[in-house]
């Protein structure tokens, strides 16, 4: 296909207004593609290498500017080619305007070939300036693309200019893309979505559709080096854990950065960005602890920890001093420490586990990695929930996640069946003005404490009690609360006491709810201790008008 005619046709694409139009204008373009296809594909996004190849063609603008501006004439320089974009805002709209295609100097060049430009040479060209390094690189890319513009007339030229800014923006994403792979080649939409989380190829996937249909879409499996979407987590709370699902996985939520590690025992261990960047080089020690470790191919999903010397978890940002570095990485390392925390399995020994349920998964990753597998806990009590919250907390992590046990790994997907709680950001102060004797191992102890807000409603009582809160507290905490509120005990009935008001709790909740069970008329959900508020007074608790205006919120 002549990439002018590529052009006309994308052209018509970006100035059609309606969506359903876009995908058939683009599926239209895909079917009669031929051989192009897949380059052709990858153009309409934008791109001259799949998705999870992280080549760039490192071409900066000013190079760019260069290029055109040369192609365009004698006349132009590469400042009036910024200043156009200054005012044009766009670079597409700049090359169009600068009557470039008039094949200036070619003998000059050694450009001798009279033949339109087609997309498969304009990707090709694209591509072999991406793989050009070294001195004197950036004068032989100026050079090429010179080549390029010098040959393309204005509607090609547009998006000639912004292939190679990456700035492609003709409103088609990789979702009409994926729609008009299916229209084009009658395949169910679900079908193409699968095989792109798996192979992240749009070029590739397009092919498969158009030769194999469903039967070749459905064989696409997952190859260990070429990285995979990552699942992603919504923010969700231990409630909407426990009510959609039988039981709920919690796992540490380490503060670090996301990696996918590549093991081939025979071959490379690489490892992946949450991007699908490869940041192998700047993290030898996952890479050396994963071929130590497994032997078997495999795809490991997890987070890259940075630690101190006591392996205790430092903050995100002196992961962020490793990741994706290229040099000095080595000294990096005796600076900052990197470690592994894994959490999931895509693939072991010659098995894609995507469709495999978590604890399925899970399993195997037990199974495949003998260390750093990040601890799972199954419940479905919101307390323990809240317990190992508390624990994460304390030792200086980030929260937990709430995973589906039973769900599938959806890559790039950010669905319900991963839930990120984090701890909340709003938090209450509130009096204790009751509590319970504990059971077991915490008899001598007051447990479960009332908690109560100050009542300033008009003719309201002091304190209005809001909800119970036991859970946060380490033993050590507990027996400490005991004394300091058993000289405040005013009543006793059973194992419940009240108290005459005096410690304030700082506490986080996930929700608050009007509830009949307490005297404020309100309730907490899933309360939690945060901390003792040795600053504050029962006067100083927060009021019940507080906690209305938190509900109107
Ligand atoms: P966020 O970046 O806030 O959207 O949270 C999701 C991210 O948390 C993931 O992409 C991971 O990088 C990170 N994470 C930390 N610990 C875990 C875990 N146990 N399971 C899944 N993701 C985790």
Redesign the pocket.
């Known amino acids: 296909m002549d990439f002018a005619d590529f052009a006309d046709r994308v052209d018509d694409i970006e100035t059609e207004p309606a969506d359903l139009e876009v995908t058939s204008l683009v599926a239209a373009l895909l079917d009669e593609a031929g051989t192009d296809l897949p380059v052709v594909v990858r153009l309409l996004l934008g791109r001259i290498v799949p998705a999870w190849d992280s080549t760039t063609l490192d071409v900066g603008p000013s190079r760019c500017h260069e290029a055109l501006a040369r192609a365009a004439g004698p006349n132009v320089t590469a400042d009036d080619v910024a200043e156009a974009l200054a005012e044009a805002g766009e670079i597409g709209a700049v090359a169009e305007s600068l009557d470039t295609g008039g094949q200036r100097g070619l003998a000059a060049f050694g450009e001798t070939d009279p033949d339109p430009l087609t997309v498969v040479e304009v990707h090709d060209r694209l591509r072999s300036l991406a793989a050009a390094h070294g001195s004197g690189s950036q004068d032989r890319k100026v050079d090429a693309l010179f080549g390029l513009f010098n040959r393309a007339d204005p509607v090609p030229a547009r998006y000639l200019a912004r292939l190679v800014l990456s700035e492609m923006r003709i409103g088609v994403g990789e979702g009409t893309v994926r729609d008009a792979i299916a229209e084009a080649f009658d395949v169910p939409v679900d079908a193409v979505e699968r095989a792109l989380q798996v192979t992240n190829d749009y070029g590739a996937v397009a092919v498969r559709a158009r030769d194999e249909g469903r039967p070749g879409l459905d064989a696409v499996d997952l190859s260990v080096g070429r990285p995979v979407r990552?699942?992603?987590?919504q923010?969700g709370t231990a409630a909407d854990a426990v009510e959609a699902w039988d039981a709920v996985a919690v796992?540490?939520?380490?503060?670090?950065?996301?990696v996918q590690v590549h093991h081939d025992p025979g071959g490379e261990t690489a490892v992946y960005s949450?991007n699908m960047a490869d940041v192998t080089d700047a993290l030898p020690e996952i890479v050396e602890f994963v071929a130590d470790a497994v032997d078997v191919p495999a795809i490991i999903?997890?987070?890259a920890l940075a630690v101190d010397v006591s392996g205790d978890p430092l903050p995100f940002q002196e992961v962020l001093r490793r990741f994706r570095r290229k040099h000095d990485v080595a000294r990096m390392r005796e600076e900052v420490a990197v470690e592994l925390?894994a959490?999931?399995c895509l693939h072991v020994d010659g098995t894609d586990l995507l469709d495999a349920p978590l604890h399925e998964r899970r399993e195997r990753l037990e199974e495949t990695l003998p260390s750093a597998v990040?601890p799972l806990s199954v419940t479905d009590d919101p307390d323990e929930i809240a317990d190992r919250e508390a624990d994460a907390l304390d030792a200086g992590h980030?929260g937990v996640?709430l995973?589906n046990p039973d769900a599938t790994y959806t890559p790039g997907k950010?669905g319900r069946n991963?839930l990120?709680r984090?701890p909340d950001v709003e938090t209450l102060d509130l009096v204790v003005t009751g509590a319970e004797w504990g059971e077991g191992r915490r008899a001598n102890h007051l447990g479960t404490f009332l908690l109560s807000a100050r009542d300033d409603r008009a003719g309201g009582d002091d304190f209005a009690t809001i909800g119970k809160v036991a859970t946060g507290i380490s033993d050590e905490r507990l027996a400490d609360l005991s004394e300091r509120l058993e000289p405040l005990i005013r009543r006793q009935d059973g194992t419940e006491v009240s108290l005459t008001p005096s410690v304030v709790f700082e506490v986080g909740y996930e929700e608050i709810q009007a509830s009949p069970t307490y005297g404020s008329g309100y309730a907490l959900r899933f309360p939690r201790f945060v901390a003792v508020r040795e600053d504050k007074g029962p006067e100083d608790a927060d009021a019940l008008s507080r906690i209305e205006r938190l509900v109107a919120d």
Do not use: I, N, Q, V
Not at 230 to 233: D, E, F, K, R, V
Not at 251 to 258: I, L, N, Q, S
């Open positions: 990552a699942m992603l987590a923010a796992e540490t939520k380490y503060d670090g950065a996301r949450r999903d997890g987070e925390r959490f999931d990040s980030e996640m995973k950010r991963w990120k984090k």
